[in-house]
């Protein structure tokens, strides 16, 4: 079992930036990897970006265009999503997801456990 729990949403204007947080526990850290997606009212779950249980390679959705970097610190059992170039569009809830597999993938059927989700708002 893993226990994720997101942090750091909030309200955020247009083109201002934002970290998100994934901290784990119940398991070793550094076996799995770690995805994030979002949901915008109204419509349906979406990837975001994914990394690895190392950290070494990571995935993004096409719509990222270089704004969004995730990264994981393995000795604090915790994933970052850093979000820069905000836009309204950006307003959704993100959560994070552990895949025991530990390559992660665009795919959320790959993963086994979720957070309860953060609020994201991008005001214009």
């Known amino acids: 079992q893993v226990q994720l729990v997101e942090s750091g949403g909030g309200l955020v204007q247009a083109g201002g930036s934002l970290r998100l947080s994934c901290a784990a526990s119940?398991?070793?850290?550094?076996?799995?990897?770690i995805g994030w997606f979002r949901r915008a009212p109204g419509r349906e779950r979406e990837f975001v970006g994914a990394?690895?249980?190392?950290?070494?390679?990571?995935y993004y959705a096409d719509f990222v265009q270089g704004r969004f970097t995730v990264s994981r610190d393995n000795a604090r059992s915790t994933a970052y999503l850093q979000m820069t170039k905000m836009e309204p569009e950006d307003t959704a809830v993100y959560f994070c997801?552990?895949?025991?597999w530990g390559a992660g993938s665009s795919w959320h059927g790959d993963y086994e456990y979720w957070g309860q989700g953060t609020q994201v708002t991008v005001s214009s």
């Open positions: 119940g398991r070793a850290f550094n076996s799995i990897a």
């Open positions: 990394i690895n249980w190392s950290g070494t390679t990571s």
């Open positions: 997801a552990a895949d025991d």
